[in-house]
Each structure stands twice: as structure tokens, then as C-alpha cells.
């Protein structure tokens, strides 16, 4: 069974301390693994997509890689604008027609 | 890209009343539509997907249904709600490895 865990559930920076999140996947047929912000109330917006073991992508203070069990979101230098939940997701090539199957995320409070 | 509008934002209904949420896609057109629940503490929950006007699927059994009447509309219905139906309703369209999120709907059953 396709599952996704992320850890760790809760994680608490002062500004500026740098971190990661984990991510690790158990998937018959990797498509591509989705990084994703989610605030408060709001719906989640799209951070990354990433496809293969070794690839990167950066966005501002995010950086994601991704292994063949795993995904790190890196956070460097963090300002409490950053603090959200992330989730991360992963779609396989069988399914329900390119379903995402989601962790429950990391609630990251980022203290100035 | 895309952008997903969902309405309403929030929504108490009592128990038994019928229930209708919308959402409509722009900026693509054949979409992948998927209808998810989600609760504190236990992620996103896949509900309905649909890969064509009049094609549903459904995941889990339960008290609701969807409908695609229109390329881009997706509905999600129920004719009488139950206190378990309360949560956060999120409207996704995906193509390819391209996959967004509408702002949500709290619904509070009561």
C-alpha cells in the first residue's frame, strides 16, 4: 500500500536557525512527489514537484531533494513568515488517476 | 496556471439538510477533479475524482456524492448530512504532475 509519513509532526525555530522536514514514501510506481504550504483556514499552494532520486529545487529560503525513499524540505535561515504547515504528497502511476496520496504534515512555528 | 474557486468559505448546516458545494477550474481545460476531506491530525482523504464531464469515482463509502455537469464544474452533494460529515472540503485539479488546491470550505455540521 502507497503511504507517506512525515516527521516530524511538530517543530519549533527561533528566526534564523536553519532545518529540515522529512518526508519518506512507500509507492508502487513514484510519478512525482508534491511539496506543499498550507496556512490556517487557507488550502494548500504548491511549493514543488519533484520527479526522480537526486533532483533539487529551490524556491527562496526552501530547498527540496529527493531520494528513492525520501524527500527533505530544507529551510534555511527561516523567518516566521514561514510558519505554516507543509505537507508533502506523492503520486504513483497507477491509482485513481493521478491522485495524490498525502502525509499528515509538520506544523513548523518559526519564533522571532 | 491554474486557479481553483471553491464557495462557499464556511458553512453550518444543521443535521439532515441537503448540502452543495461548487468548484469551478480556470486556466486549463480536460482536468483531473478531485473532491478530499480534511480532518485535524489525519490528512488529506481522497473522496470522489473525476477524469471527464459525467465520470465519477468514489473512494470511500459514504453519506455524500459529487457531480461533474461541465468540464470545469465540480459538485459535491449530499441530501442529508450527518454530524460526521463536518471538516475541511478541498477541490484539487490535477493534470499531469500538476496538481492545485481551491481555498477550501469549512463545513460544521450541527
Known amino acids: 500500500e502507497d503511504q507517506v509519513t512525515q516527521s516530524p509532526e511538530a517543530l519549533r525555530l ?3 536557525e536553519s532545518s529540515s522536514l522529512n518526508c519518506s514514501y512507500t509507492v508502487s510506481g513514484l510519478r512525482g512527489l508534491f511539496w506543499y504550504r498550507q496556512d490556517p483556514g487557507k488550502g494548500p499552494e504548491f511549493l514543488f514537484t519533484l520527479y526522480s532520486a537526486g533532483e533539487e529545487k529551490e524556491k527562496e529560503r526552501l530547498k527540496a531533494t529527493l531520494t528513492k525513499k525520501e524527500s527533505f524540505l530544507h529551510i534555511t535561515a527561516p523567518k516566521p513568515e514561514d510558519s505554516a504547515t507543509y505537507l508533502c504528497a506523492v503520486q504513483n502511476y497507477g491509482g485513481s488517476q493521478g491522485n ?6 509538520t506544523k513548523l512555528s518559526v519564533k522571532p | 496556471s491554474q486557479t ?3 464557495w462557499p468559505a464556511t458553512l453550518v448546516q444543521p443535521v439532515g439538510s441537503p448540502l452543495s458545494l461548487e468548484c469551478t477550474v480556470e ?3 480536460n482536468p483531473n477533479l478531485y473532491w478530499y476531506r480534511q480532518a485535524a491530525g489525519r490528512g488529506l482523504q481522497l473522496l470522489f475524482y473525476s477524469v471527464g464531464i459525467g465520470q465519477i469515482s468514489s473512494e470511500v463509502p459514504q453519506n455524500l456524492s459529487a457531480s461533474r455537469p461541465q ?3 465540480f459538485i459535491l452533494s449530499s441530501k442529508k448530512l450527518l454530524l ?5 472540503y478541498l477541490c484539487a485539479s490535477v493534470g499531469g504532475t500538476e496538481a492545485f488546491f481551491g481555498q477550501g470550505t469549512r463545513l460544521t455540521v450541527v
Open chain 2, 27 to 29: 486556466g486549463t481545460s
Open chain 2, 71 to 73: 468540464d470545469r464544474q
Open chain 2, 84 to 88: 460526521s460529515d463536518s471538516g475541511f
Open chain 1, 14 to 16: 527561533q528566526e534564523g
Open chain 2, 4 to 6: 481553483i474557486h471553491q
Open chain 1, 100 to 105: 495524490l496520496i498525502f502525509g499528515k504534515g
